[in-house]
């Protein structure tokens, strides 16, 4: 289940916002969450719910969008209002394949490329639970049109550009072996 907001909210009011977007999504799992709900964290601190280990889930959040992700699957998401990006991060981050393609890229559209790469690594990184500790550069992504292409096997991802490429959600899901 996935659910995307935007709204004009103060930048700290994102994060609980998120959270009452997963109890949404849980509350129509017919599971309950709340402050008091038994938590438990990955090797690198990825929260789980203690007690339905099956039922996975992430967020995300930026100034003026929130994104809940949940899933029987483990998953990563990630959501980021498009603005001008900062070069050194693409430097480290993005593949010399990737640096190319966003380099040779018209003038006006650099920015939400630069996004669309981001947010799917992000959402990539997040799903294997270990955060921009990952060799970022490693993972690789290009676009035949609105398609995805990537090398990264048994991963599932998929990418919404929102409000005239003002905003990019994307999400990553790890294949359990079942299909």
Not at 37 to 47: A, M
Not at 133 to 139: G, K, L
Request: charge should be negative; glycine fraction near 6%; aromatic fraction near 8%.
């Amino acid at each position: 289940m996935l659910m995307i907001s935007m709204l004009d909210l103060d930048k700290r009011e994102f994060h609980s916002h998120a959270h009452k977007m997963l109890r949404e999504c849980l509350r129509k799992m017919g599971i309950e969450y709340g402050d008091d709900t038994p938590i438990v964290k990955g090797k690198l601190g990825k929260p789980a719910l203690a007690e339905y280990p099956d039922v996975h889930y992430n967020l995300s959040h930026a100034s003026g969008i929130a994104a809940c992700m949940v899933s029987d699957r483990e998953c990563g998401i990630d959501c980021e209002n498009v603005r001008d990006f900062r070069p050194n991060v693409m430097k480290r981050a993005f593949s010399e394949k990737e640096r190319e393609m966003v380099e040779k890229a018209p003038e006006s559209e650099k920015n939400l490329l630069f996004f669309r790469l981001w947010t799917l690594k992000e959402a990539y990184v997040k799903a294997l639970g270990v955060g921009i500790s990952y060799p970022m550069d490693t993972a690789e992504f290009s676009f035949d049109g609105e398609n995805i292409i990537t090398d990264i096997e048994n991963c599932r991802f998929r990418q919404f550009i929102l409000k005239n490429g003002s905003f990019v959600v994307s999400v990553c899901e790890i294949n359990n072996g079942d299909n």
